[in-house]
């Protein structure tokens, strides 16, 4: 059932299928998906240790929890998807494809990053990996997202846009605007909301009049759903079946991600609003990389020494993308004046 914003409740409205409805994965996609959220988690992990230690300034928001629904709808997407996000984008530019040490040189503001150290945590791009943003502005992805759109219905390709944002940019009114303008041009454009339950700090029910984010199209005839987000299974399997009818030209579509994170809203956040306790249930029965670990082990699909061999594998590339972070030149004076529009 869908987890409400309280962790020892469910929802009464739009459950998630049950675990016997979620189509399995092959093996191969299994130990992908356990592969692609531990780089995610460990990446994470390691951008808060240097925020911690000062060479990440500014705001820096960790995905930490969230990684299922990224890596569920990556696995879904095809060569030549756009996506955009928001703030919360180092999980998104890792399962596109983007190199870790790229990722955390831009946060440590080196001349290595995907923005040459200019655009920090927030914002960082790659046209070549199809990501537009990273964008701190609340909302901001989502007339963006639908300006991607458009170039795929007039350039008369199939792929579709991901755009993705949070329970709190729900209540923008740039979104409701873009909904709009998606279904009358009928727009090849996925509305992917991740609820993690608490937007900057505040609780979806003290905040929205209604919490089925997945129904805020209704008054445009846009229609959604509510996927588990923290079963990497349920949300590949929503996001190809959703992905294949927008494909199809049937217009924009909203799926909206029940997941949780772990952390604050960003690192300056001590996440007061809430208590230990819900975070340690959420963390022992849901954890979306643990769920994954133990079907793998439980189908005899990998030993834990194969698991520990991925984890090796892994902190390696974390570790040398914190190394190339810290000791990568900062951007010289002169890129000042560079990629400024007149």
């Not at 070549?128 to 901001?140: Q, T």
């Not at 009114?173 to 991740?194: D, R, S």
């Not at 952390?263 to 954890?287: F, I, L, N, Q």
Request: aromatic share 8%; hydrophobic share 35%; net charge neutral.
């Amino acid at each position: 059932m869908a987890l409400a914003a309280s962790g020892n409740q469910v929802s009464k409205t739009s459950p998630v299928p049950a675990p016997a409805q979620i189509p399995e994965l092959p093996k191969e996609k299994e130990i992908q998906a356990y592969r692609e959220m531990l780089l995610i988690r460990r990446f994470e992990e390691r951008a808060g240790q240097l925020y911690g230690m000062g060479f990440i300034g500014g705001f820096c928001h960790l995905y930490i929890g969230q990684e299922a629904v990224v890596t569920g709808l990556q696995m879904a997407s095809k060569q030549g998807d756009q996506v955009i996000t928001t703030y919360r984008d180092h999980g998104h530019m890792l399962a596109c494809g983007m190199d870790a040490k790229g990722v955390m040189a831009e946060l440590t503001g080196r001349r290595g990053g995907y923005s040459r150290g200019k655009g920090g945590s927030m914002h960082m791009f790659s046209k070549e990996k199809n990501f537009y943003g990273g964008h701190g502005i609340v909302g901001a992805s989502v007339p963006l997202g639908a300006g991607l759109a458009f170039v795929n219905k007039y350039r008369g390709n199939d792929n579709v846009c991901w755009c993705y944002f949070g329970d709190g940019a729900a209540n923008q009114g740039q979104v409701y605007e873009t909904m709009n303008m998606a279904k009358l041009w009928h727009l090849p454009l996925i509305f992917v909301i991740e609820n993690n339950r608490y937007a900057m700090g505040t609780s979806i029910e003290r905040s929205a009049a209604t919490t089925d984010f997945s129904q805020r199209g209704r008054s445009f005839d846009i229609p959604g759903e509510q996927v588990d987000g923290m079963d990497v299974r349920a949300v590949t399997a929503a996001g190809k079946r959703v992905s294949d009818s927008v494909r199809a030209g049937n217009g924009p579509y909203i799926l909206e991600m029940l997941t949780y994170r772990y952390r604050g809203h960003s690192m300056s956040d001590p996440a007061k609003y809430r208590t230990r306790e819900e975070v340690d249930k959420v963390r022992e029965e849901r954890d979306p990389i643990e769920r994954v670990r133990a079907r793998l082990l439980e189908r005899g699909w990998m030993t834990e020494d194969d698991l520990k061999r991925i984890d090796a594998q892994v902190r390696e590339i974390v570790t040398g993308a914190a190394e190339f972070a810290q000791t990568d030149p900062e951007p010289d004076a002169s890129e000042l004046w560079t990629d400024i529009v007149n």
